[in-house]
RNA sequence: GCUGGCGUAGCUCAACGGCAGAGCAGCUGAUUUGUAAUCAGCAGGUUGUAGGUUCAAGUCCUAUCGCCAGCUCCA
């Protein structure tokens, strides 16, 4: 008899007739009804895949990686399968797996309607309950295109024109065919859990150019409960909104005559200075200088930095005396006229140049949203100018930093990308692989794992970003680390080295909050709006039981507020209870009680957001507690 | 910029093409209250803006501004 060897991940091993199909394996096996696909020799594929040579086996559950993976595609297969029995002439075009869910993009002339998402879903429920059978087969090209179009299907034709291999796989539900690499659940039948979220358009390809497709976007996940916790987040996310706890807070507020440009109010405008003071503070450890520079500058500057050539479409031009002058969209070409305003020695270097500047960058109308991506704003931007072998220790005390910012505001892991030299780039070929190593040689040394993006920097330079996830374990790229060789070399920047030559410097632009409107955006989502003490708007709220304790309520707000607290009296005639909702709502830190007791006993009686109680104290004492609970947020250096 | 959706009181939301409404917030008064909402009254609007259709438009059509979900872009 013919048989081959199949190795398990336990080790062991078994004997099976040669064609034998993995899922005959698995029944065999009596492996756990979960498993949905397999890796055979580490490669995914389906259950029905008959087995021909020796190999090693490995099971895919639903609940793996690679298990929600196929049972996404094999879900927006579903969608697909739905959508063109019911809207026959509808195209197909593509469909992958996202995070957390999958997309299907269809060619046709009228877009999604609700009602009709409802119906989609509503077949797609009966094409899963009917168990369909999802069949794998092989064809050649040519035939795959035949028969594409004769279904019709245009833009399945162009895909398989454009696929190298000579043949390609096609999967089959019930009458449904698509073309697909696969793999697939081994019916519908095993896909439980599934929702439409959004529709949208996109473009064919992601061209512009191109026609616009209707794009749905689905979520899927191996049982019901797991969909409803998704969904959950997916609402606890919007409670968070910034922009909704933006308007509740009273932190900011836009208006159409400044569209994607926040007004501040002053409680916004705390948080926002708070910021600002913080990353200063950190300024005065890692020795940099602040500089303040011109908002308005001649287009000669922007010309000679390049900006004019790659950046007009973003900028703000204004004339006047019939002199033109751009709007600065960033700061380092200021900073390089600062840079060169005198004589510079390797003795001065590294220079770190920090500018809290305003900028302005026109972003397409389609693109701004809340906080997050806005038109006018602010960094925490600072250009190092170093010598070439200082890139490696800037870098590292930039992580250093980096890493006490983010635990400072309670950030979880972060993902860190080195993009390397693109095919189009200036300068030297030894440079860029000197400053590419530096950049990989910091990371390692700061034990940070890290993805290489071969050919993602910018021309100027290699550059490291850092994603950081928050509450809610999305992900924000908040810090960026970027190298740029251009415009020391544009603005002839040159310090003179120890043996006297004239050297070219390097220039670091770098950030860790990026931009303070984003952060604080990411911040408020971080927090749900409860902001740690040291960044609440108001920190604590006296409140009276009734008018009788108002005199001494005052004292102590006076004495709160005279030691620098930020504190409001609620001396309202109303209930107790009322006050500390109204509180409890704000999210303001500490509500202070003040009734008969305190006023007898001289003391106050805090109450931590949240509901927990502390027993009555002095005043002196209160405000020790709040110094020492700012201290530890900010964490000692 | 493109595709789609949405703009009604400060906020959240009602109103078959037929008199623009409610709750909360605000203001006034009563109540003097101990850990998440005391009661009553008052006020609040050119329904984003500009046109059009209609006897009649918040509702239908066109344009425009803004917002939202995506696409795209982020030297």
């Given amino acids: 008899m013919d048989s081959i060897r199949v190795t398990l ?35 995914l594929v389906d259950l029905s895949r008959a087995l021909e040579e020796d190999c090693s086996i490995e099971w895919v559950s639903r609940e793996s990686a690679d298990g929600l993976d196929v049972l996404r595609h094999s879900t927006a297969h579903l969608m697909a399968q739905a959508v063109q029995s019911l809207f026959p002439g509808t195209q197909v075009t593509i469909g992958p797996t996202i995070e957390d869910g999958f997309y299907y993009d269809f060619k046709r002339e009228q877009p999604f309607t609700p009602e009709e998402i ?82 949208a358009g996109a473009y064919w390809r992601g061209d512009e150019k191109n026609e616009m497709l209707q794009r749905l976007y689905g979520t899927s996940w191996p049982d019901k409960a797991k969909l409803k916790e998704h969904l959950r987040l997916l609402e606890e996310a919007q409670k968070r909104d910034h922009r909704k706890l933006g308007r509740e807070l009273d932190l900011f507020s836009f208006h159409p005559v400044a569209p994607a440009s926040p007004f501040f109010h002053p409680k916004g405008a705390i948080v926002y200075n708070q910021l600002i003071s913080y990353v200063r503070s950190l300024y005065v450890r890692y020795a940099y200088e602040e500089v303040i520079t011109p908002q308005i500058l001649d287009v000669e500057l922007w010309h000679r930095s390049g900006h ?23 700061n380092c070409p200021g900073h390089t006229l600062i840079y060169s305003s005198r004589k510079r020695s390797y003795r001065d270097l590294p220079l770190r140049m920090a500018d809290f500047g305003r900028l302005h960058r026109y972003e397409r109308s389609g693109v701004t949203a809340g906080l997050t991506r806005v038109r006018s704003f602010s960094q925490d931007d600072a250009h190092i100018f170093c010598a070439p072998d200082q890139i490696e220790s800037e870098i590292s005390s930039l992580i250093k930093m980096l890493r006490e910012v983010y635990r400072t505001f309670q950030f979880g892991d972060m993902q860190v990308k080195l993009s ?40 100027y330079g290699p550059k490291i970003d850092f994603v950081v996830l928050d509450a809610l374990r999305r992900g924000w790229q908040l810090a960026t680390m970027q190298l740029d060789f251009f415009l020391p070399e544009r603005f002839e920047l040159v ?13 670091i632009h770098r950030a860790l909050l990026g931009s303070i409107e984003r952060f604080m955006g990411i911040l408020i989502e971080h927090c749900a709006g409860a902001f740690p003490l040291w960044i609440a708007p108001v920190q604590v709220r006296i409140l009276t039981v009734t008018d009788d304790h108002k005199d ?58 949240g509901g927990e109680n502390f027993p009555p104290l002095g005043v002196a004492e209160f405000i020790q507690k709040l110094r020492s609970e700012v201290a530890q947020e900010k964490g000692a250096a």
Wanted: hydrophobic share 35%; aromatic share 8%.
């Fill in 552 to 609: 001494y309520a005052k004292r102590i707000f006076e004495e709160l507020r005279n030691a620098g607290w930020r504190v409001e009296l609620d001396g309202r005639n109303e209930k107790l209870g009322y006050k500390i909702r109204e509180a409890q709502l704000a999210k303001i830190p500490y509500a202070l009680i003040i009734g008969e007791k305190e006023v007898q006993a001289q003391t106050v009686a805090p109450r931590r957001r």
């Fill in 118 to 199: 409802e119906k989609i879903e509503a077949r797609m429920e009966e094409l899963a309950k009917a168990n369909l059978k999802v069949t794998r087969e092989e064809m050649p090209k040519s035939r795959a295109i035949e028969l594409f179009r004769k279904l019709g299907e245009n833009y399945k034709v162009a895909i398989i024109e454009e696929i190298p291999e000579e043949t390609v796989s096609l999967y089959r539900q019930g009458e449904w065919v698509d073309l697909c690499r696969g793999p697939h659940v081994p019916s519908t039948g095993v896909l439980k859990a599934f929702k439409i979220t959004t529709v």
């Fill in 9 to 43: 991940t336990d080790g062991k091993s078994v004997e099976i007739r040669r064609g034998s199909q993995i899922n005959e394996l698995a029944s065999a096996l009596g492996v756990n009804g979960d498993v949905i696909a397999a890796k055979v020799n580490r490669q």
């Fill in 308 to 330: 004019y050539d790659h950046y007009r479409d973003s900028m703000y031009f204004t004339e006047v005396d019939e002199r033109q002058f751009g709007v600065k969209p960033m």
């Fill in 420 to 459: 390397t030299r693109p095919k189009d780039f200036i300068g030297d070929v030894e440079i860029w692989e000197k400053a590419e190593a530096a950049l990989g040689q910091a990371l390692s040394k700061e034990r940070i794992d890290y993805q290489v993006n071969p050919g993602d920097g910018a021309f």
């Fill in 495 to 507: 310090y003179t080295s120890a043996g006297g030559t004239d050297e070219r410097p390097v220039m």
